[in-house]
């Protein structure tokens, strides 16, 4: 039976749920069993024999959905390879660097023994929700920052450290 990978996330617009999505299939085509769920839909983190948890940033903190889960199945998390990874730049500065954890996931990664946490740049685009996201795209500093080749190797990397 291959190895079961949840990938959980929070998001406000839909950009880290693609980000997740991408993370599953590249997993599923690993040869893991790989499903990308909102991370408040989830029940439990048990079934699971690894776990992927995505936030988006929004002024310096992780989407709340993501904080939320990582408190609530924090002892399940912590039996079980981990991943973290946060969504956000609005410019190329996550793919010419690594960007750290904010502090919020800084310490989520200490307590549950993350193996391992990447900053991947955001998306925000006309139909925004939200007032100050709607200002931002308003004022010219929107756009899609995502680097799907770099999302896709980090997903594989994750792949070959699993049992398939």
Not at 31 to 37: R, V
Not at 58 to 76: C, E, I, L, N, S
Not at 116 to 144: P, Q, S, Y
Request: charged share 25%.
């Amino acid at each position: 039976m291959p190895t079961n990978v949840l990938v959980a996330y929070g998001t406000n617009n839909g950009s880290t749920a693609k980000i997740a999505e991408t993370i599953a299939e590249i997993l599923r085509k690993e040869g893991l069993t790989a499903e990308a769920l909102p991370a408040r839909s989830v029940p439990s983190a048990v079934p699971y024999d690894a776990v992927v948890v995505g936030g988006g940033l929004y002024a310096g903190r992780w989407h709340k959905d993501a904080r939320r889960f990582v408190r609530r199945h924090g002892k399940a998390l912590a039996e079980r390879p981990l991943w973290l990874f946060s969504s956000g730049p609005l410019d190329a500065s996550a793919s010419e660097r690594d960007i750290p954890p904010v502090p919020a996931v800084k310490k989520a990664m200490a307590r549950l023994d993350a193996k391992e946490h990447v900053t991947f740049g955001g998306c925000l685009e006309e139909g925004a929700k939200g007032w100050v996201a709607r200002m931002i795209v308003r004022n010219g500093k929107g756009g899609d920052y995502r680097d799907f080749d770099q999302i896709e190797a980090w997903a594989a990397r994750i792949g070959r450290e699993l049992p398939a």
